[in-house]
């Protein structure tokens, strides 16, 4: 067996970790309102979340084919497989240590900020495709925005429908519809954050030669949604504190609005086939529900420091990466 060959095995197994590690980091955004207002049980909740996630990753694949080909073209990238293990080493380096911190940091930010910086350092500035790194920057920008305005707009929708309702039988059948929001959610969360596992992987198949389309190959797909679908199985339970409690104090109607608003802004990205931060999406959905509901509310201390995360995420991983890579460099 051959070096190239090993060295492709070696970023798949690397790029299975990664999505492993992003379903444990990211399940506490699909399940944390649920989990919060005892709609589910922690178990129950992740189970649930670990089946839906696993679901909706072997449903669609045009977020991996933008990954595969957005970013760089894999077919023409020097050093292709040295460029997609050093971002994969910073990505999964920035992933631990804002999961150890319990930060909602973004797997997204931090994948395509480290390919970029990965890519820069191999070839320089005129090797990143600037079109389809901005189409994806501005999906990773516009998505928590439009994220907040729908729930706000979605909770004050269901505050003049239901203003003159009971407020613990209200409260009671939402905490049933959580139930269904969470998992409606966990699928859409499926349905993005996997295919930028397999974006990776068909990209290092092509670097390595072994593959040459964009085209996802089916046990591509089979393979992150299983290790996607175990990460989810363990369960973030630093990040389900923040994302659940820390932000605002959820009630089943907040929590309904927002799953129901961040499940509809993730699948509406990943049916145009681009990549958005879940983190992003579903924490600026609870940010839009509790300023409906009550400004004074929010913790926007808390929502202050998530957003610098959000912020510096994608350069630090760009920078980390191309540190990785000339660190490598020098051995291979």
């Not at 190239?4 to 990664?18: D, Q």
């Not at 994948?111 to 350092?121: D, E, K, L, P, S």
């Not at 974006?199 to 290092?204: Q, R, S, V």
């Not at 309904?256 to 931060?277: N, Q, W």
């Amino acid at each position: 067996m051959d070096g190239l060959f090993l060295t492709v095995i070696l970023i798949v197994l690397f790029a299975l970790v990664f999505d492993f590690i992003n379903g444990f980091h990211d399940t506490a955004n699909a399940i944390a309102t649920s989990v919060s207002t005892k709609a589910l049980t922690p178990r129950r909740a992740i189970t649930l979340a670990a089946v839906m996630n696993f679901i909706g990753a072997l449903t669609f694949t045009g977020v991996a084919k933008t990954i595969t080909s957005g970013i760089a073209d894999p077919f023409k990238l020097d050093h292709g497989l040295l460029v997609i293990m050093a971002a994969l080493i910073a990505g999964i380096t920035w992933n631990l240590i804002t999961w150890y911190y319990g930060i909602p940091s973004s797997s997204s930010h931090a994948i395509i900020g480290a390919i970029t910086g990965a890519v820069i350092a191999s070839a320089g500035f005129s090797a990143v495709h600037y079109s389809g790194f901005l189409k994806i920057l501005e999906a990773l920008i516009l998505s928590p925005i439009i994220a907040f305005a729908v729930g706000f707009i979605v909770y004050a929708i269901i505050k003049v429908i239901f203003k003159n309702q009971n407020l613990a039988k209200t409260n009671k059948r939402f905490r049933m519809m959580q139930v269904l929001t969470a998992a409606v959610q966990s699928y859409s969360h499926g349905t993005n954050d996997a295919q930028k596992s397999m974006g990776i992987i068909t990209m290092a198949l092509i670097a390595g030669g072994v593959h040459t389309s964009t085209e996802v190959p089916f046990w591509v797909q089979l393979a992150c949604a299983t290790a996607m679908a175990l990460g989810t199985s363990i369960g973030g339970w630093r990040i389900i504190k923040t994302v659940g409690g820390k932000i605002m104090k959820i009630r089943p109607v907040n929590g309904v609005a927002a799953d129901l608003t961040g499940a509809a802004v993730i699948f509406g990205a990943t049916l145009i086939h681009l990549p958005v931060s879940t983190t992003h999406v579903i924490s600026s959905a609870i940010l839009g529900v509790g300023s409906s509901h009550r400004v004074k509310g929010v913790n926007w201390g808390v929502a202050k420091r998530m957003l610098v995360t959000w912020v510096i995420t994608l350069p630090i991983s760009a920078l980390l990466a191309a540190i990785v890579y000339y660190i490598l460099s020098l051995f291979f």
